[in-house]
């Protein structure tokens, strides 16, 4: 009889390395895993090669660079005086009779519109330059975030893959002491709803892995390729003492980029102020007279007169644009407290959850499932205590990998916040 339970023996001995004594790092496959080598020449993608790809190729970034061109051109032209203006003139059509006059007319500036405009222009391009920086951050942060979904599908693949394993051997044992009649056809039936509920986890795992793996791929800006991601999942992020995190929160490159929105309007309003003087043009030519045989000198000057237009509408637009951007700025401050302050909080909790299960709940649950399967091959524990085990491991690895997974993405959202540089904290 006993070589009847040598299958399940040898099931409840087979103790995958994502379940080995206490709670090993969580890390890529080795490097003897890896796949052929992708077209990036690298077999292992380490995330601050993922980040520097995505840095250096994202679209998004070649079109906020394409703006900050466009605004540099712009600054360019917001220095040019007005062009001057050459003016003919003739009385007259007969030739002995006929005035011809040739002037060149120059508009001047008054008010300091140039200035403003020059300082409005290069507020636009300072605002740019933010909105760039703005989205370098966020596409880190998604990077790290992609990055780490994937290290944790690749954990729960393992998992799933020891799992199957484990299952079908179990069912395999199971069906044995069935035919014996040792146990009851029920236990087999319940030991097959354990294989098929493990390939659904293993599928879901599956489908999920290739979709972690494009969003990756979406957040890098460039295909992923047969890459292997080299990380570790249990190199938890640290947490900011709280002077520290106040600092970064005033420097954010979102409120940074909502104080100079504030600037931009300010200036624009100066622009709108000046174009209420009136600028002058000043002229200057000669004037022929065929009939007295005579040229004289033509001087002029030109004043608009402001009896209908004094500009009162767009100052009045520009003055409450530039209080809408104030409030704006009040309110991009609060959100974003608020939003990094949440963040924090979730990293701290993932942090102390993931160490909590890494120190406590593991350790006992793994022992918990040495203890089952030592006690069934001494025949002192049955069949569905010894499963009951195993789920509680899985169970447990599961909720650890969860917990990880939290505490990197509310790192990489705490980033993005703060506009922390993703690549000094990237191995």
Known sequence: MRYLLLPFMGAAFLVPVAFAQGTPPL???????????????VGQLSLRQAIEQALAHHPELAVANAEVDALGGASLQARARPNPELAFTQEGT???SRTTTVQINQPIELGGKRQARM????????????????????????????????????????LAEAALELSQRSSLAT????????LSPVEETKAKVAEANVRIELAQARSESSAARARLASAMGSPLGPLVLEGRLDDLPPIQNYEGF??????????????MEVRRRKAL????????????????????????GRT???????????LFDRNEGNILEALKREDKARLELASTRVQ????????????????????????????????AYDAATKGFELGKFSFLEALDAQRTLLQARSQYLKALAEAHRANAELNRILGTDALTRAR
Do not use: C, M, W, Y
């Open 27 to 41: 890390s890529a496959p080795p490097a003897a895993q890896a796949p052929e080598r992708s077209s990036l020449g």
């Open 94 to 96: 007969k030739s002995p």
């Open 119 to 158: 300082t409005a222009a290069e507020s636009a391009a300072e605002l740019a330059r933010a909105d760039l920086s703005a989205r370098r951050h966020a596409i880190a942060a998604a990077v790290v975030t992609a990055f780490f979904d994937v290290l944790t599908i690749q954990e729960r693949l393992r």
């Open 175 to 182: 069906s044995h002491r069935v035919k014996a009649g040792k």
């Open 246 to 259: 106040q600092a970064q929160l005033d420097r954010s490159p979102a409120l940074q980029r909502a104080e």
């Open 269 to 292: 309003t100066a622009v709108e102020n000046a174009r209420r003087i009136s600028d002058i043009t000043v002229s200057l030519g000669a004037k022929r007279d065929q009939e007295q």
């Open 296 to 306: 004289q000198a033509v001087i002029g000057l030109s004043i608009p007169l402001p």
């Open 336 to 367: 974003l407290e608020s939003e990094a302050i949440q963040a924090r909080e979730r990293l701290s909790s993932a942090r102390a959850e993931a160490q909590s299960l890494a120190a406590d709940v593991v350790p006992g649950a793994q022992s």
